[in-house]
């Protein structure tokens, strides 16, 4: 199963408005995957253990590489909505 | 009026936000649309997390205020009144008989702002009205009006409105996030403040020089950015210096730990909540005003990854405590606790002022939070007042013991808010409408572009990420 990080400043607040959203989505589109929510600052290069991290914030450059990092604040605001819950589809389920 | 207004808030004192929460969560999401079952859901879950909130909160206790105590004493610090943190102050402060209205009059108060064009800000950050019920939360606690309550809360959101549409500019171009601004008093309320000392130290050349990498600071300090050991250790010293017994110091340095991992937890299940009810508005005023721009009005917890703002917030830790010891004799009582992790949020709109500076932007943070020490300790009483009147099980024991919120009470309009109602209402008023007028002028004539900070400031670059997305 793909894992996905839900990052924002604190864990809290715009993670979870934006793991209603995924989840929402990919319980529609039938797909399976394990989300965590997280803290920016517990994000550490060395220990990422995500296919696909969604931030409401910048992430440290380092961080980067490690996973594909799509920007959240688009489902916050609702502008760009669809071609971000898009993009996030075509990570988890890459054509094959 | 008054008088209506005081019974209805009497009457949501006696049922409790237990049950009035739901209840008009329901309703409003009713009003802006949303399917019964779904906003039913969401009122519920909202009272369901207030339960889990509500136990939670116990853990803060009173072992931890007796703790606080010995540790003033002990030390000879005077530093007796603790910092319970934010989380715990916004479920107390939605808890309270404004809170429990504030959301759905926020929502109103907005768009009505947003129809005549006294504001470009839509806030769906409806958990952020949070701010609005603590400003009301103290004043009801200073006047014992619900209707003055009710007022200084609608005042101190106009403000946030009239912060966010002022530094718009500069913070979308800062962040690189076009689209939208930042009605969020935790951040926006330090900005007025800071903007002189701001022009000023941005005229010290020397300052600019010494330049801080926020990448090493990071690395250095990161174990700080992580609550639940800030928790532990902040806790063990603490009981340490309070001269507990081995055991009583572990355990408190676990307890703290705990406090910073489960309060936040319950308060994503008030998000849960709110989120629905906060889309629902987005959707309501996006149909009804097509064709015109406005900004969407987030949590100022989208600038918080910016490396600049991470470092300064890191920094921000050591340097709350040795402000808090130095400004002892000044009269600070406040001894910073568990809003130590809430560093980045007093940074996040410090660091456009001085175009992304670590150490600048750590220097106004100090200057911000010195002077908001004094206001947190005089702000104390109130916020004792709001706990002990809550569903909490917060047991303060008679007479000593008292608690602040260093975040929020540290605003500089969350205390002259409550100063202001303290004075006869006309004087309150006029004020007031001063102040908004004053507010609305500075937002025309002045505007916080780049220009005003960033002239000669090659960092600004370098210092702004790129957005998520690239």
């Given at each position: ?12 607040a715009?993670s979870?408005m934006?793991?209603l959203?995924?989840?929402?989505f990919?319980?529609e589109?039938?797909?399976e995957a ?9 994000l ?5 253990d ?7 914030t910048?992430?440290p450059a ?8 799509v920007d ?5 605001t609702?502008?760009g ?6 993009r996030?589809l075509?990570?988890?389920q890459?054509?094959? | 009026m008054s008088?209506?207004?005081e019974?209805?808030g009497n009457?949501?004192?006696?049922l409790?936000?237990l049950?009035v929460l739901p ?6 999401g009713?009003i802006?649309g949303?399917r ?7 009122g519920?879950?909202t ?6 909130i509500f136990?939670?909160?116990?853990l803060?206790?009173?072992?931890l ?9 002990r030390t000879?610090?005077g530093l007796?009144i603790?910092d319970?943190?934010w ?11 404004v ?6 009059i926020?929502?109103?108060?907005n768009i009505?702002l947003?129809?005549i ?7 769906i950050?409806?958990w952020n ?6 400003v009301?939360?103290i004043?009801q ?9 009710l007022l ?9 409105l009239?912060l966010?549409?002022?530094?718009a500019?500069l913070?979308q ?10 009605p969020?008093l ?7 403040l800071?903007v ?14 010494l330049?801080?990498d ?11 950015g ?12 603490l009981?340490?210096l ?10 408190t340095?676990?307890n703290?730990?705990a406090?910073?991992l ?8 008030l998000?849960?909540?709110?989120t629905?009810?906060?889309?629902a508005a ?12 406005f900004?969407i009005?987030?949590d100022?917890?989208v600038?918080?990854g910016?490396?600049?703002v ?5 920094l921000?830790v ?7 010891l130095?400004?002892?004799?000044l ?6 606790f ?5 560093g980045?949020f007093?940074?996040?709109m ?18 911000v939070m ?5 206001f947190?300790?005089l ?8 706990i002990s009147t809550?569903?909490?099980?917060v047991d303060i024991?008679?007479?000593y013991?008292?608690y ?8 500089p309009?969350?205390y002259?808010?409550y100063?202001l ?7 309150a ?6 102040i908004?007028v004053?507010l609305?002028?500075?937002k025309?004539?002045?505007?916080l572009?780049?220009k005003?900070f ?8 370098k210092?702004s990420?790129?957005s998520?997305?690239?």
């Amino acid at each position: 199963m793909k894992k996905i990080y839900l990052v924002c400043a604190t864990g809290i607040a715009t993670s979870t408005m934006v793991r209603l959203r995924v989840e929402g989505f990919l319980r529609e589109q039938g797909v399976e995957a394990a989300v965590q929510q997280m803290r920016v600052t517990e994000l550490h290069a060395d220990r990422i253990d995500a296919d696909l991290i969604i931030a409401t914030t910048s992430i440290p450059a380092d961080v980067r590489g490690r996973a594909q990092v799509v920007d959240g604040i688009p489902l916050i605001t609702g502008q760009g909505a669809n071609e971000t819950l898009r993009r996030i589809l075509e990570i988890l389920q890459p054509a094959s | 009026m008054s008088a209506i207004l005081e019974a209805i808030g009497n009457f949501l004192n006696t049922l409790g936000p237990l049950i009035v929460l739901p209840i008009v969560i329901t309703i409003l999401g009713l009003i802006l649309g949303m399917r019964i079952d779904r906003a039913f859901r969401s009122g519920l879950v909202t009272a369901i997390a207030f339960v889990g909130i509500f136990l939670t909160i116990g853990l803060l206790g009173e072992k931890l205020s007796t703790i606080g105590q010995a540790f003033a004493e002990r030390t000879g610090t005077g530093l007796d009144i603790i910092d319970i943190g934010w989380p715990a102050a916004a479920a107390l402060a939605f808890g309270t008989p404004v809170g429990n209205l504030i959301i759905p009059i926020g929502i109103a108060l907005n768009i009505i702002l947003l129809v005549i064009g006294l504001t470009q800000t839509l806030d769906i950050d409806i958990w952020n009205f949070w701010h609005m019920a603590f400003v009301g939360a103290i004043v009801q606690y200073v006047t014992g009006s619900f209707a003055l309550a009710l007022l200084a809360a609608a005042v101190s959101l106009v403000i946030a409105l009239f912060l966010a549409d002022w530094s718009a500019p500069l913070i979308q171009k800062h962040f690189q996030m076009p689209g939208i601004s930042i009605p969020h008093l935790q951040s926006a309320g330090y900005m007025l403040l800071a903007v002189p000392f701001a022009w000023l130290i941005n005229r010290i050349p020397f300052l600019r020089n010494l330049k801080l990498d926020p990448d090493t600071v990071r690395k250095r300090l990161g174990l700080l950015g992580e609550p639940i050991v800030l928790g532990l250790i902040i806790g063990i010293l603490l009981a340490l210096l309070a001269g507990q017994g081995w055991q009583d110091i572990l355990g408190t340095g676990i307890n703290i730990a705990a406090v910073m991992l489960l309060i936040p937890r319950m308060v994503a299940i008030l998000m849960e909540g709110l989120t629905p009810v906060a889309d629902a508005a987005r959707e309501f005023m996006t149909k009804r005003f097509a064709g015109r721009t406005f900004h969407i009005g987030l949590d100022s917890a989208v600038l918080i990854g910016n490396p600049t703002v991470l470092a300064a917030g890191l920094l921000m830790v050591p340097i709350e405590i040795l402000l808090a010891l130095a400004l002892s004799p000044l009269g600070n009582r406040t001894l910073p606790f568990i809003d130590l992790a809430d560093g980045p949020f007093v940074a996040a709109m410090l660091a456009p002022l001085v175009a992304g500076d670590v150490l600048l932007t750590v220097i106004l943070g100090a200057i911000v939070m010195g002077i908001g020490l004094i206001f947190t300790t005089l702000l104390a009483p109130a916020v004792t007042a709001m706990i002990s009147t809550s569903g909490a099980a917060v047991d303060i024991p008679a007479g000593y013991a008292a608690y602040t919120v260093m975040s929020d009470a540290a605003i500089p309009t969350s205390y002259g808010l409550y100063y202001l109602f303290q004075t006869p209402v006309v004087v309150a008023a006029i004020v007031s409408l001063l102040i908004l007028v004053g507010l609305y002028f500075l937002k025309r004539r002045f505007t916080l572009g780049e220009k005003a900070f960033t002239e000669s400031a090659d960092v600004a670059e370098k210092a702004s990420t790129k957005s998520a997305s690239d």
